[in-house]
């Protein structure tokens, strides 16, 4: 979990606008959770907007509006149905913790072609591999200007990606740097997680778009 320091807090038509000390992975569509700044903002709500200028409020039709002559960075933005708080200072904090759930173990047991038994050591791995692989995956694409459900893969190629990724993660277990573990003399290749067409498949890297 990521927790941001606000710095600045105002509400104008039924939508609360804090800024943050520092730049943030946070993105639209997401839950975050408001604490220590007040009553009004507390809370657990997702953002509506990330917005670069001043919020003025909305036009007849409910679109947002800015003052584009007074840029504000790292805002986060989400309705809050309250009256208008005019901009001040502030404390408190924001926290973020997307939990990507994209593949599941069943999923990647039926990709490698096998059955783990639960409990073990290697079905401990597995979900370790599985929440890894999800929260790598996911936080790839974020980079890279994709904007996602963390709840259902957007696509079955990024289903599959991430499916692949998860089970490389688990078939280096007890490998040293960039080889699969082995009792043959000869060795293996050199294995890599974030292959070619892994990446093809999740549509990363890509220029991050605006």
């Not at 909305?58 to 708080?85: C, H, M, R, S, W």
Request: charged share 15%; aromatic share 10%.
């Amino acid at each position: 979990m990521a927790t941001y320091t606000v710095t600045n807090k105002y509400l104008v038509d039924n939508y609360a606008v804090l800024q943050l000390l520092t730049p943030n992975e946070i993105a639209v569509g997401q839950s975050i959770t408001v604490a220590g700044v007040d009553a009004t903002f507390n809370g657990t709500y997702s953002v509506y907007a990330l917005p670069a200028y001043l919020f003025i409020g909305t036009d007849t039709e409910g679109d947002l509006l800015y003052d584009y002559q007074i840029p504000i960075q790292n805002q986060v933005l989400y309705a809050k149905t309250a009256d208008d708080v005019e901009r001040v200072a502030a404390s408190g904090t924001v926290s973020y913790a997307p939990v990507c759930t994209w593949v599941t173990a069943s999923d990647v047991m039926t990709y490698l072609g096998i059955t783990i038994a639960n409990p073990s050591d290697d079905y401990t791995l597995l979900t370790q591999s599985v929440s890894a692989g999800n929260q790598f995956c996911y936080r790839r694409r974020q980079e890279s200007g994709y904007i996602d459900s963390l709840s259902a893969s957007p696509s079955g190629d990024v289903t599959l990606g991430t499916i692949m990724y998860c089970a490389a993660l688990w078939r280096s277990r007890g490998s040293i740097e960039a080889t699969y573990a082995t009792f043959d003399g000869m060795g293996t290749a050199p294995q890599q997680s974030l292959t070619p067409i892994v990446k093809q498949l999740l549509g990363i890297p890509r220029p991050a778009v605006a």
